[in-house]
């Protein structure tokens, strides 16, 4: 096991797949960190059911809500920063565990998969960087490194995932509003942005291959 997990180190294919999940994993949070902050309701207030009326509750608590999404866009910088990636991990998972446990228990199926992705992503990053925080369990190899390979520049990364998030913010406050995607929604100008800062992604990957040495 810890051998496999060591090739996959080395692997610049398996780097690519981690710096870009940190990326996405973290982007998934602002929207609605951003919204609690500013104190906006989650759900539209004429939206009825157990799950909605859970929603419009925590809306009403004002300071918690808001803190909720504090926590949220703290978890996604890090991850978005890549070298806090890690910490960002720990941070994401349990609140994403919260949403988990709210979406299954009141039968908010389609979210639910969907978060139940996003915990599962959580869960791959934090066993990625097994060795951080490994000491916690006294469970340590000196076979185990989460230093990247050569060819990956996570600067490069922590640039693109800083474009992505002030891009998004930025075009909140041109829009006036904070556009979380709600499927094919061909009339809300967020649903152009979000592509355009998602193709951040391939440059940032352009820019790395082009900075390889040349053989």
């Known amino acids: 096991m810890i051998s496999g997990w ?8 398996w780097w690519h797949l981690v710096v870009q999940l940190r990326i996405v994993l973290g982007f998934a949070f602002v929207p609605s960190g951003l919204k609690k902050i ?16 859970f929603l419009h509750a925590f809306h009403a608590t004002g300071l918690l809500y808001r803190f909720v999404g504090v926590v949220q866009l703290v978890a996604a910088l890090l991850l978005m920063t890549q ?25 908010a199926i389609p979210t639910a998969i969907v978060v139940t992705a996003m915990t599962l992503a959580a869960l791959f990053l ?8 490994a000491g ?19 600067g490069i990364w922590s640039v693109c995932g800083a474009a992505i998030f002030f891009g998004y913010a930025g075009s ?4 006036g509003e904070i556009y979380r995607p709600r499927g094919m929604d061909w009339g809300a100008p967020g649903f152009y942005i979000l592509p355009v800062l998602l193709s951040f992604l391939g440059v940032a990957f352009l820019v790395e291959r082009s900075r390889l040495p040349k053989s």
């Open 38 to 53: 500013i104190g906006q309701p989650f759900t539209d207030p004429a939206n009825l059911g157990i799950f909605h009326d």
């Open 172 to 175: 909140c406050l041109w829009a």
């Open 6 to 13: 060591a090739s996959a180190h080395r692997s610049r294919l």
């Open 136 to 154: 916690l369990l006294r469970l340590r190899s000196d076979r185990m490194s989460s230093e990247p390979p050569a060819g990956i520049r996570l």
């Open 126 to 133: 934090l066993l990625w960087d097994f060795p951080l925080w």
């Open 83 to 107: 070298f806090f990636g890690a910490l960002g991990a720990m941070v994401f998972l349990p609140v994403c565990c919260g949403i988990l446990v709210l979406c299954w228990g009141t039968g």
